[in-house]
């Protein structure tokens, strides 16, 4: 087989003279929401992401296998690489060492027309410059040409000239910043969160190595996989079980060699597609051209093979709903100037790559599917059923419609809405059974809360198709209370209320609701969940009340707290077993008031774990949930969720 040139290969020149410089850093801290997203968690951990970015630059150069990045015990980060290290000369026009250029001028790197790279992993974001302007300090060393060189910053500013401090044997970089608390809202890094771009990058970059250590809690490990995204599709097919043994893999280069394109994808037997973008290692959320030209491809193919073999009648057209159920891939493409669109500027949208990866995964998929008749023939039925699962659905939400069911127009008959027709300033709380709803009806606030009772527990749509959900009569009500729509037709920009919270009693059966609403927001509404519009009330455990005192304890180690506070004597404790034995004014003052309630947030901080942990925990694999519940005990009664 002829072995196929790689476009990430340069020239090994990269010295000062390929450092091009664009502009200053001065905006930076005035704005720096301009330059990383937000000043909040995610701004916070996107540092980390820009130094990492700089290495995986050389390992996509071919210069870097290597790559460590510990979580110091003081708040610090240091990210280290052996790759060639930053260029350590004077640059001719600025007269200063070319580390002291990347790190203090905005866009000043190989990246941006000087020659030092072909393809970038970082060139829509904005570069270690920005981590120096937003640190408290930065520490950065370079081993090159024999020498160890350092250069310190303080919240920008070179402290001195880059000195040569020691000898070297090796080439590499070492990035060492602690976040500037006047400009974040937390400077306390998330393992988890770092742990989840890492093990992207390293899937996506076979072979490559990266440790991970956090000397605030001695956590250590190694994120390696040779397999790469088949790895990849593997684990995040770990709960689920596959239609096929193996997943497809497709390696290939775009026309006049301007690009790589890598996809690996396997179906399973769930009915939720789950697909991951990536261009030049940075995760497309909103997909983009290389997405939209696998599902075509994906969708030509598998009616060409079902129209070849009979399955499907002439007259007969899947479309791109029914040939992705049950569908997980990964989808990674490197090219030279990658164009990002979209709201948040992570949807491709170079249009020469739909093309070629259309012929990337027509030929691939279609060579599988000649050379695997039995899988081709049940993939084919698969899509078949899929697709008279979509059409029922169709009926269902037109027939609810016509019977104004789901015309937002028309609420739902348990609905007691809010007054006010700000979105923004609204807020619907999800309650457990009639009892409590009539009591949370008694006890809001009527001008901006709205509350919505259901009967029982819901359905698990992780074991159901959409024309199932859409039968569900308390589904049905949620949608049409939010007025957003469901699944594909979701819309953010129409829902009602900014918050939806979920009120249940504090016991197993209330736990189990939310999990069950939470599976349902996630694979049918996951916007609310990924922007921050979901939460949990907490009410009270006890009502404890001494003489005229009153105290409401929401664990149980306030309760132990406040008995040795107070003493026992005289002392009378209310185990609330649910939310209905609350009158309206207590439920108000200690759940539902804005200025003394406890609302969880749930977060999002790694899709890949999440849709694991959504299928492990409510999907068909019993064992594997026993298994797991067993071996977390600690998870049990967790006063949060962190999805």
Same mark, same amino acid.
């Given at each position: 087989?002829?072995?196929?040139? #790689?476009?990430?290969?340069?020239?090994?020149?990269?010295?000062?003279?390929?450092? $091009?410089?664009?502009?200053?850093?001065?905006?930076?801290?005035?704005?720096?929401?301009?330059?990383?997203?937000?000043?909040?968690? =995610?701004?916070?951990?996107?540092?980390?992401?820009?130094?990492?970015?700089?290495?995986?630059?050389?390992?996509?150069?071919?210069?870097? +296998?290597?790559?460590?990045?510990?979580?110091?015990?003081?708040?610090?980060?240091?990210?280290?690489?052996?790759?060639?290290?930053?260029?350590?000369?004077?640059?001719?026009?600025?007269?200063? +060492?070319?580390?002291?250029?990347?790190?203090?001028?905005?866009?000043?790197?190989?990246?941006?027309?000087?020659?030092?790279?072909?393809?970038?992993?970082?060139?829509?974001?904005?570069?270690? +410059?920005?981590?120096?302007?937003?640190?408290?300090?930065?520490?950065?060393?370079?081993?090159?040409?024999?020498?160890?060189?350092?250069?310190?910053?303080? =919240?920008?500013?070179?402290?001195?000239?880059?000195?040569?401090?020691?000898?070297?044997?090796?080439?590499?970089?070492?990035?060492?910043?602690?976040?500037?608390? /006047?400009?974040?809202?937390?400077?306390?890094?998330?393992?988890?969160?770092?742990?989840?771009?890492?093990?992207?990058?390293?899937?996506?970059?076979?072979?490559?190595?990266?440790?991970?250590?956090?000397?605030?809690?001695?956590?250590?490990?190694?994120?390696?996989?040779?397999?790469?995204?088949?790895?990849?599709?593997?684990?995040?097919?770990?709960?689920?079980?596959?239609?096929?043994?193996?997943?497809?893999?497709?390696?290939?280069?775009?026309?006049?060699?301007?690009?790589?394109?890598?996809?690996?994808?396997?179906?399973?037997?769930?009915?939720?597609?789950?697909?991951?973008?990536?261009?030049?290692?940075?995760?497309?959320?909103?997909?983009?051209?290389?997405?939209?030209?696998?599902?075509?491809?994906?969708?030509?193919?598998?009616?060409?093979?079902?129209? +070849?073999?009979?399955?499907?009648?002439?007259?007969?057209?899947?479309?791109?709903?029914?040939?992705?159920?049950?569908?997980?891939?990964?989808?990674?493409?490197?090219?030279?100037?990658? $164009? @990002?669109?979209?709201?948040?500027? %992570?949807?491709?949208?170079?249009?020469?790559?739909?093309?070629?990866?259309?012929?990337?995964?027509?030929?691939? @998929?279609?060579?599988?599917?000649?050379?695997?008749?039995?899988?081709?023939?049940?993939?084919?039925?698969?899509?078949?059923?899929?697709?008279?699962?979509?059409?029922?659905?169709?009926?269902?939400?037109?027939?609810?419609?016509?019977?104004?069911?789901?015309?937002?127009?028309?609420?739902?008959?348990?609905?007691?809405?809010?007054?006010?027709?700000?979105?923004?300033?609204?807020?619907?709380?999800?309650?457990?059974?009639?009892?409590?709803?009539?009591?949370?009806?008694?006890?809001?606030?009527?001008?901006?809360?709205?509350?919505?009772?259901? =009967?029982?527990?819901?359905?698990?749509?992780?074991?159901? =198709?959409?024309?199932?959900?859409?039968? #569900?009569?308390?589904?049905?009500?949620?949608? %049409?209370?939010?007025?957003?729509?469901?699944?594909?037709?979701?819309?953010?920009?129409?829902?009602?209320?900014?918050?939806?919270?979920?009120?249940?009693?504090?016991?197993?059966?209330?736990?189990?609701?939310?999990?069950?609403?939470? /599976?349902?927001?996630?694979?049918?509404?996951?916007?609310?969940?990924?922007?921050?519009?979901?939460? #949990?009330?907490?009410?009270?455990?006890?009502?404890?009340?001494?003489?005229?005192?009153?105290?409401?304890?929401?664990?149980?180690?306030?309760?132990?707290?406040? %008995?040795?506070?107070?003493?026992?004597?005289?002392?009378? @404790? $209310?185990?609330?077993?649910?939310?209905?034995?609350?009158?309206?004014?207590?439920?108000?003052?200690? %759940?539902? #008031?804005?200025?003394?309630?406890?609302?969880?947030?749930?977060?999002?901080?790694?899709?890949?774990?999440?849709?694991?942990?959504?299928?492990?925990?409510?999907?068909?694999?019993?064992?594997?949930?026993?298994?797991?519940?067993?071996?977390?005990?600690?998870?049990?009664?967790?006063?949060?969720?962190?999805?």
């Amino acid at each position: 087989m002829e072995e196929k040139e #790689s476009i990430s290969k340069v020239n090994t020149d990269y010295g000062a003279d390929q450092i $091009q410089v664009l502009e200053g850093l001065e905006p930076v801290r005035k704005r720096p929401g301009m330059y990383i997203g937000s000043t909040d968690t =995610r701004g916070l951990h996107h540092l980390i992401t820009e130094v990492v970015d700089n290495s995986i630059d050389e390992a996509l150069a071919g210069y870097c +296998s290597q790559i460590t990045v510990e979580l110091n015990k003081d708040g610090s980060c240091a990210v280290t690489d052996n790759g060639r290290g930053i260029p350590t000369g004077i640059h001719k026009t600025e007269k200063k +060492s070319a580390v002291e250029l990347v790190l203090t001028k905005l866009h000043a790197g190989g990246k941006f027309g000087g020659g030092g790279y072909k393809i970038s992993g970082g060139l829509h974001g904005v570069g270690v +410059s920005v981590v120096n302007a937003l640190s408290e300090w930065l520490e950065v060393e370079v081993w090159q040409n024999g020498n160890h060189y350092k250069q310190t910053y303080n =919240r920008g500013v070179p402290q001195r000239d880059l000195a040569i401090v020691g000898t070297a044997d090796h080439t590499g970089t070492k990035v060492t910043f602690l976040p500037d608390d /006047t400009i974040f809202e937390t400077v306390t890094f998330d393992y988890d969160v770092i742990k989840g771009r890492l093990r992207e990058v390293a899937f996506l970059n076979k072979g490559i190595k990266i440790f991970l250590k956090d000397y605030r809690t001695n956590k250590e490990e190694l994120l390696h996989y040779e397999g790469g995204i088949v790895e990849f599709v593997e684990q995040l097919n770990q709960n689920k079980t596959p239609l096929f043994k193996k997943p497809i893999y497709i390696d290939a280069v775009a026309p006049n060699n301007s690009g790589e394109i890598e996809i690996a994808f396997q179906y399973n037997e769930s009915y939720n597609e789950v697909i991951h973008g990536y261009a030049n290692n940075i995760n497309t959320q909103e997909g983009g051209t290389h997405v939209d030209g696998f599902k075509k491809a994906l969708v030509k193919v598998i009616n060409d093979y079902g129209h +070849s073999l009979k399955v499907l009648k002439d007259t007969e057209t899947l479309k791109r709903e029914d040939v992705t159920e049950g569908l997980t891939a990964v989808i990674s493409v490197k090219l030279q100037e990658p $164009q @990002f669109e979209g709201q948040t500027k %992570t949807k491709l949208g170079n249009s020469f790559m739909s093309g070629a990866v259309a012929k990337a995964v027509t030929d691939g @998929f279609g060579s599988y599917m000649e050379e695997n008749p039995n899988d081709a023939r049940e993939l084919i039925l698969r899509s078949v059923t899929a697709q008279r699962a979509r059409e029922a659905a169709r009926l269902a939400r037109e027939n609810a419609r016509r019977k104004t069911v789901l015309d937002s127009t028309t609420l739902p008959g348990k609905l007691a809405d809010c007054s006010e027709k700000d979105p923004s300033k609204c807020e619907i709380y999800i309650v457990e059974g009639d009892s409590a709803g009539g009591t949370a009806k008694a006890g809001r606030d009527r001008r901006f809360q709205a509350i919505l009772p259901l =009967r029982g527990k819901i359905l698990n749509v992780e074991k159901a =198709r959409l024309n199932r959900v859409l039968e #569900s009569a308390e589904i049905k009500n949620m949608i %049409t209370a939010f007025g957003a729509g469901v699944g594909a037709e979701f819309d953010e920009s129409k829902l009602r209320y900014d918050k939806i919270i979920c009120m249940t009693d504090a016991d197993v059966d209330g736990a189990h609701i939310r999990i069950l609403l939470l /599976t349902f927001f996630f694979r049918y509404m996951r916007p609310l969940i990924e922007h921050g519009h979901v939460y #949990s009330a907490k009410p009270p455990l006890y009502r404890v009340s001494k003489g005229k005192q009153i105290y409401y304890c929401y664990s149980e180690e306030e309760k132990n707290k406040l %008995t040795a506070e107070i003493g026992t004597k005289g002392v009378e @404790f $209310q185990r609330y077993k649910g939310l209905g034995e609350m009158d309206a004014e207590q439920l108000w003052s200690t %759940t539902m #008031s804005p200025e003394n309630r406890t609302l969880v947030k749930f977060s999002m901080k790694d899709a890949v774990e999440a849709d694991a942990m959504f299928t492990l925990l409510m999907g068909e694999d019993a064992e594997l949930r026993r298994k797991f519940i067993a071996e977390h005990p600690d998870l049990v009664d967790k006063d949060d969720l962190d999805i």
